[in-house]
Each structure stands twice: as structure tokens, then as C-alpha cells.
């Protein structure tokens, strides 16, 4: 086993005076952009796990005081928390599924060729370039109980109307269908581009066999998408974990909490109420689920086709 | 290559001679001036050029001292802002704080109490501080008895209501809060209805939650009670349930972005309920569609009940004693009759003191809100000065969407408010 090991094991080379200049010069050319990264991103990040083990005072730090696990303890105990994670998953699972549902099914329709097809393309992913707090602004108006498009709409067809960001039941769905009409196109570019690697032959011979379809769909193309739905599904699962601008913009957490996500108990905590170990805490397990998918998707990512 | 080095030995020298005689200029400088630092956050509409005038005038009659305005765009970036600074040792000489900043800063040992200043050498008079309104002049105390607080740009609630709609409804504007629940139902009909109101959320309370508090100390009614919340009171309740009673009849409205103001503007609604400083975006709202008219808040068993609004001005500790002295001068100067009297007719603000209104009776007399709303600020009750009060009035908004928003009872909510809000007052 070990001999055939090595003898298709490639011989290990000790790099030469050239490969360890050349490795001196590559550090030396990344050394300006490491150095930001470790005063901007590592450091604070370290900092960040230095602040949660304390009852930090951000006014006057000689007045903060060690409490070692103290803030987990109480994160752990702390129903708010719970109550953002419940948020969370509730915003991450819909953004998630209808980012992959809509995003398959759109790229599926846009795939083939056609100025029409080019043209709704562009209608779904002009969205994504759009910024988030002035897109969130007309939403909040389009929303809005009194004057809004929406429940105009609604009073024209003689339905009840609702205060979409005002009610507990309707905040979130409202906030989750302004991220899908921000987010889909990324996921639909994804999705088409995982649609022109498929193989075109595959799909002919099944048609020839006389697959409908959606047999075609289901039984050629989406295994062949596994890759790229895996990849969209872990990007968008990040992604809405770090949601922040548009619960900030149109909800700002509320009604009742109702669309405070992790993400924004975490502004609340440090930057509303100045608990600001607390907050660390909090971050360093956001921190935590996030490192936690990124690894999956490096995984998944490296694995072959 | 030798000619380049012959270049760079005189080179350095010049360079040195440069930055020596720059040092020394500066030198020169510091020691017949003192610059101080104002971060602030008038920077839009006619508050800028209005500061920027004041603050210009101060220097041509102080040519020891230099103002430095640090502008931000609100106040939610100049709170993050004077936190990153006082956290990073550099805050400026002074600052715009509201009451639970400063009682924040003052825990920190960040700011230093002005009594020293006030009643000093160069301190004011007992005429000039009488003259102060009370509901200012109290509000520039925190707990401790001590005053860490000097008045800047002052404001309270007024009733801006379509005078067009109620006359032809034949009514008068109301002026208890009895009479107001009768008119607000009158005028609720054919599609239109009496007010629109934000209720605020929990990290950011908004108008409705100061109307909210005015209306339970009209009621009778009190915020905090010995340094503890009091949000459960029987007025409280009563409040709320007079709120709640508005949306039932559809006479009050929830919305978010200043709703008052859309609502007035578009002819829909009769009343906005809003502050003084509001003025001149209500104007732009309405139009000139229809005669818009201002009123004081309505009255309760304890009176008008208002909620003051606007900051005060902080000093810093770690300004050195010619700073703060100059930022003292500079400060009593903004509070002076004429100061305040011009920044109100600039702005919309009010002027901090009574001495202000014979200055401004040319204004007034175009302008009547501005009389009514200022008389209004000698019983306004400022934001409790406790760090604890910013997460309990975010509770309030918390108590008000449960029950207006989502149909809560009012004595849970604010039972569920009240004891946040202690844990908050008590460390937790």
C-alpha cells in the first residue's frame, strides 16, 4: 500500500534558492494588504473576543471589570437572544429557500437565448445593484398602511388592508420579500451560469428518449446543479446572517421585536444600549455559525463535481 | 548619483528649518489663542449658516478664541461619534448631549459639572438666570444636584391641525385632551381621519412615544419616580387606553417617517401632533393646500404635560482649563437673549429665555406658535437624566406597538415595560 503510495505520489521538492526569493518577494508585495487586514479585521476580531470576557465600558475603560464567561452565561440565559435566533432562522430559512426556488426556477426560464429573455435578465438582477437603504426607503413606502402601493392595491380589489411593518404577524414577511426582490439576481446569474455548464448532449439524448420537460429538468439538469445549488444555498445562508441595512432602514428590529435578527440584537446591544461586552458575546457567536458555514462551503466548494 | 547626494544634505536641512519655524508658528499661535472643538449635529437646513454665524460672530468678539464646528448629519452618528471619540481619549472640547448622554458621560467621568462656570467670575446673574424657563433650567441638572449641562437648541410639542377642516366640520380646535378624543372622532369620516403618529421601536423611539409621555403627565402621571421608571402608572395606563381608543374609532393612525406630517400635508388627517422645530417641514408638507394653524398640546387634570425636546451642550474633561474657559464664554454666548433670539428665527428652535422675547416681537407677531410653543417650555418635563433612560423609553415604544399596533392590553404592556425598564435602572 505504501509503496504504491509512493511510487504515484509525486517526489517532494525542497524549493530552491529562487522559489524561497520568489516566496520573500510574494510576502513583500502582500505585506500592505496584510497589514490592513490584520489592524482592520484580525486584530479587531481578537479584540472583539477580548471585550466579550469583560463588562466593558466604552466610555472609560479603567472602569471595566473581568467577568470570564459572565456575559455567555447570561446570553445563554437571556430570552431576547433566543428570541433573535428564532428570528434568524426564520428570516435566513425563507431568504434561503425562496433565493433557491425563485432563483432556479427564473435562471430555468432565462436560459435560452432571446432579446425578450435578455431583457427580463436585466429587470432581475438591476435590483442587486441597487443600494440597500435607498431601495428600503421606497419599500418602506410602497408598505407604508396609510398611502402605500400595496394596500392601495389591496383596497382597489376591496381586501383588508394591513400594516405590513407595524404588524408582528407581517414585518418579517415584508422584510424577507424586499430581500428576495434585492438578492434573486445574484442567485439567478449563479444559476445561469451553473445552467451552461450542463451538458447539452445529456439533455438532447433525454429529449430524443422522449423526456417532457420537467422530467428533463428533474432527472438531467438539476443533478448536475448540485454544485452550484449547494454553493448558492451556503452564500445566502451567510449572507442573510449578516442582514443588517434593511431591518435597519424599515423595521429598526421592531414591531415587538419581531424582525430582530441576531445581527441586529448585536447593533442594539453595542451601539443602541452600549452593553458592549454583551454585544461581543453575541458577535463572537454570529462569528462562530458564520466560520461554521464558510468551512462548509470551502468544502463543498473544493469537492470535485 | 553624486550629484543626487549633494541635493539631499541641504535638502534635510531646509526641510528641518521648515518644520522648525512651522512648530514655532504654531507655537506662536497656541499661545495667543485657544481653539476649541464643537461637535454638533446642525448641519442641514438653515441650522447650519445660523451656527456658522453665531459661531463667526463669537470669534470676531473673542479674537482669542477659534470654534472649530465638527458637523454631523443627526444625532444618532453624533452620539456614535462623540462615544468613539471620548473611547479613543480624543473627544472634542464640547458637544450636543441629550439628558441620559450626558448622565452617561458624567458616570464615565467624561464630562465635567459646570457650577464652577455658571456661578463664577464669569458666571451669570441671579436676574439672567431667572429668566432661564423653568422646564430648561431644571433640565440642565443631572441627579447629583449638579449642573453638567448648558441649554442649546430647545424645542417642545404643538398641535399643527388643518384650520380648514375643523371650520368646516364647525368645530373649534379642542383644548383638553377630553375635548380632543371627541373632535379626533368627529373628523374620522369619508376616508379622512384626525392623526397619524410613529410610535418609535425599541432602539429608536420616535414623536408618538414623546406624545405618548406628555399625555400620561397631563394625566398625571410620572416617567420616574426616585432615579426608578415609573411606565406602569394608573395615568399611564390610562393613557395608552386613551391612545388605544383613538385607533379603535380610526381617529389615530400608525405609521412610520413622520406620518403626522405626510398625513396633515395630504389633506387626510386634521391634527399632527409634532415638535416646534418641525415647523417648517410641516409648511413644505401642506403647502399652502389649505390655512395651517398651531396650537398648544391639549390639557390634562396636571396641565399641558409637554415633553421637551432638543439637546444641551456638554464640556469634556480632557480639555485642558483655557479650553474650557473659552468654551464656557462660548457657550453662555449661545444662550445669550440675542444669541437665542436670532437662532430661533433662524431655525424654528426655541429661545432658551424669557429675556429673548422682547427681541423677537417682530417675529413673534408673524409667527404666534413660536410665543405659544416657548411658554409651553416653563412646565416641559425634560428625558429623565439617567444612562438607564435609553433603554427604558425604548420600552415605552415596545409598550405602545403591543397595544396600538397588535391590540395589547395596556396594564400588561407597560407592566412588561416597567419591569425591563427597572432591570435597566438597576444594572441588568
Known sequence: MSLVGAATRPPRRRPGR??????????????????????????????????????????????????????????????????????????????????????????????????????????????????????????????????????????????????????????????????????????????????ATVSPELREAARVDGARYWHE?????????????????VITTIGSLQAFTQIYTMTQGGPLSATTTTGYLLYEESFVFYHTGFGAAIAVVLFLVIALFTLLQLRLTRRPA | MHRHRALVLPGLVVAAAVVTLAAYGSTTKRDSTVTITFMEAMSSGKQKPAL???????????????????????????????????????????????????????????????????????????????????????????????????????????????????????????????????????????????????????????????VYLSIVRAFGGTWVANGKPTLDTTAGIKALGYLADLKKAGALQIGTNYPGQTALGAGRSAFDLSTVAGYPYVLGAVGGKFSMKVAPMPSGRNGQGNSLQGTNIVIFSKSSTAERAAAWEYMKFLSEPRQTAYWAEATGYLPVTRAALPIMKGYIATHPYQQIAAQSLQTAGGSPPYAWWTTAVGQVAQAMQAVLDNGGDPAHALATAQQKALAAANGG
Do not use: C
Not at chain 1, 427580463?120 to 438591476?126: D, E, G, M, N, S
Not at chain 1, 443533478?223 to 452550484?228: C, S
Not at chain 2, 458666571?123 to 447629583?144: C, H, M, N, R
Not at chain 2, 377642516?165 to 364647525?170: I, P
Open chain 1, 18 to 195: 529562487l522559489g524561497i526569493r520568489n516566496g520573500r518577494f510574494a510576502l513583500a508585495y502582500l505585506s500592505p494588504a496584510l497589514l490592513i487586514f490584520l489592524v482592520f479585521t484580525i486584530g479587531p476580531a481578537f479584540f472583539v473576543l477580548y471585550i466579550s470576557v469583560f463588562d466593558w465600558n466604552l466610555l472609560n475603560t479603567s472602569m471595566s471589570h473581568f467577568v470570564g464567561a459572565g456575559n455567555y452565561r447570561k446570553l445563554a440565559g437571556s430570552s431576547d437572544f433566543w428570541k433573535s435566533i428564532e428570528e434568524s432562522a426564520y428570516f435566513v430559512g425563507a431568504t434561503v429557500a425562496g433565493s433557491t426556488i425563485f432563483g432556479l426556477g427564473i435562471a430555468l426560464l432565462l436560459s435560452s437565448r432571446g432579446l425578450v429573455r435578455r431583457i427580463v435578465r436585466l429587470a432581475v438582477l438591476t435590483p442587486y445593484f441597487t443600494p440597500l437603504v435607498a431601495t428600503s426607503i421606497v419599500w418602506v413606502w410602497i408598505f407604508n398602511p396609510q398611502f402605500g402601493l400595496l394596500d392601495s392595491l389591496l383596497r382597489l380589489l376591496h381586501i383588508s388592508t394591513v400594516g405590513w411593518l407595524q404588524s408582528t404577524t407581517w414585518a418579517m414577511p415584508a422584510l424577507i420579500v424586499y430581500t428576495l426582490w434585492h438578492d434573486l439576481g445574484f442567485t439567478v446569474i449563479i444559476f445561469l451560469a451553473g445552467l
Open chain 1, 217 to 233: 429538468v428533474r432527472d438531467v439538469v438539476l443533478p448536475q446543479l448540485t454544485q452550484t445549488t449547494l454553493f448558492v444555498i
Open chain 2, 52 to 210: 456658522d454665524l453665531l459661531t463667526s460672530r463669537f470669534e470676531r468678539a473673542n479674537p482669542g478664541i477659534t470654534v472649530n464646528l465638527i458637523a454631523e448629519p443627526n444625532y444618532g452618528v453624533l452620539q456614535q461619534k462623540e462615544q468613539a471619540s471620548i473611547a479613543a481619549g480624543a473627544p472634542p472640547t464640547i458637544a450636543q448631549a441629550y439628558e441620559n448622554w450626558a448622565a452617561g458621560y458624567a458616570d464615565a467621568q467624561a464630562i465635567i459639572p459646570l457650577d464652577g462656570y455658571v456661578h463664577g467670575k464669569s458666571g451669570i446673574t441671579a436676574a439672567e438666570q431667572s429668566a432661564f424657563w423653568k422646564g430648561v433650567w431644571k433640565d440642565l441638572y443631572l441627579p447629583d444636584g449638579k449642573i453638567w449641562m448648558w441649554p442649546f437648541n430647545k424645542s417642545d410639542y404643538v398641535v399643527y391641525y388643518n384650520a380648514d377642516m375643523l371650520q368646516k366640520a364647525g368645530l373649534a380646535m379642542p383644548k383638553t385632551w377630553v375635548q380632543y378624543a371627541t373632535v379626533a372622532k368627529q373628523l374620522t369620516k369619508n376616508g379622512n381621519w384626525a392623526e397619524s403618529m410613529d410610535t418609535g421601536t425599541l432602539s429608536a423611539p420616535a414623536n408618538g412615544t414623546y
